[in-house]
């Protein structure tokens, strides 16, 4: 039996009630699996952790992480911690430190989940966005020129290599490729007129090498109007950091809302650990009433399984989510149910228990 060492960094508000109902369906899966198992260790960092020690995470935290398989983090960001700090210290840093620069992120609307466009079905809405993790648009680049003095400047800078952006593109080519799907490309090369201009020739070069994958390329503006009036043209899709972000909310909205959006950020060659979260934020407004919905934690914990090669277990989770949507019988109210976090997660145990 293979075991796995995870770091769990539940974070702020809601984090720690959904992590903790992923932790339980993965034990079950893997209980009832028998091949794996889990070995979880738990790290306090965050925002409570920054308010008492005036930092993120502690200062060998790095070190720490570097031992694990993987990471499974909750939620990061609250009131009184500015968010720039919150972020840029605790989750930019793994991805960045860990070269993490895949971050992929399913929008895949299951049958049972609330679709808020007409033409909104499972055949329709089924896209894996494939976002640029490392660089782009959040590579922290800049200047803050003459502060508080009326000449202030703010200069806010992307950064696109050719070693970073030429190795996004590619893994989207080969994820097309692997999958027969179509794979689109996401910019705006008439207004950035650098890098996005930058972004859409390496793209074609790319191409080249994978003549069987049938492409297309938006601007940023038109391919979010196409998500909600034509999503179903959208497969495989490659974007930057930034477009990845905001494309990626939007496409949470169509397949049924954060409570069910997932993402994993990728380290591909394995020399560090990868890291798997629900993207939906820490939402304080709701945190320590026990309604979270930790469906979308529970997504990525289906994401980690498929990472470490148990495909068919992470597809077990996804068809659990997609049983207890279909029913309709156990839901936060997010979804239109009367059920806490809890009974959601039990739920999903007891599905996964009749099944596997």
């Known amino acids: 039996m293979k075991k796995y060492k995870i770091a769990v960094i539940a974070g702020d508000g809601i984090g720690p009630e959904v992590v903790n109902e992923g932790m ?28 008492e020690h005036g930092k993120m995470m502690a200062d060998d935290g790095m070190e720490q992480l570097k031992e694990f398989d993987a990471i499974y983090l909750g939620a990061v960001g609250f009131p009184g911690v500015p968010d720039h700090i919150s972020l840029w210290d605790l989750l930019l840093r793994i991805r960045k430190d860990f070269d993490q620069y895949v971050n992929i992120r399913p929008i895949q609307l ?9 033409n ?11 976002r640029e993790n490392s660089e782009g648009e959040y590579a922290g680049a800049g200047d803050w020129l003459f502060k508080g003095k009326p000449e202030e400047v703010v200069l806010q800078t992307g950064v696109f290599s050719r070693k970073g952006t030429e190795r996004i ?10 999958n027969g799907k ?8 008439n207004a950035l007129n650098y890098s996005m201009v930058f972004w859409d020739e390496v793209f074609e070069e790319v191409s080249k090498g994978y003549p069987h994958v049938k492409t297309a390329s938006y601007l940023v503006d038109a391919a979010a109007m196409l998500m909600i009036k034509d ?23 169509l397949a049924g809302g954060m409570g069910l959006a997932a993402g994993a950020n990728i380290n591909p060659e394995r020399i560090y650990p990868s890291m798997f979260e629900p993207i939906h934020g820490s939402a304080p407004d709701i945190a320590g009433q026990g309604i979270a ?64």
């Open 24 to 51: 339980k369906v993965m034990k079950k899966a893997a209980e009832l699996d028998g091949r794996l198992s889990f070995e979880f260790t738990y790290f306090p960092w965050g925002c409570e952790y920054y308010l």
């Open 110 to 118: 299951l049958n049972g989940a609330p679709c808020p466009i007409e």
């Open 120 to 130: 909104g079905t499972k055949e329709t809405i089924d896209m894996l966005f494939i």
């Open 169 to 178: 593109i590619r893994y989207a080519f080969e994820t097309a490729s692997k």
């Open 182 to 189: 179509t794979l689109t490309s996401i910019s705006k090369a």
């Open 231 to 253: 999503p179903k043209r959208f497969e495989v899709v490659v974007t930057s950091n930034l477009f990845g972000d905001i494309l990626t909310d939007l496409g949470a909205a």
């Open 293 to 356: 919905n930790p469906l979308a934690a529970v997504w990525s914990a289906s994401q980690m399984f498929d990472f470490f090669g148990y495909e068919d277990i992470g597809k077990q989770l996804l068809n659990a989510i997609e049983e207890l949507l279909e029913t309709q019988s156990v839901l936060t109210p997010d979804l239109g149910g009367t059920s806490t976090t809890s009974e959601v997660g039990d739920a999903v145990v007891d599905i996964l228990t009749g099944s596997m």
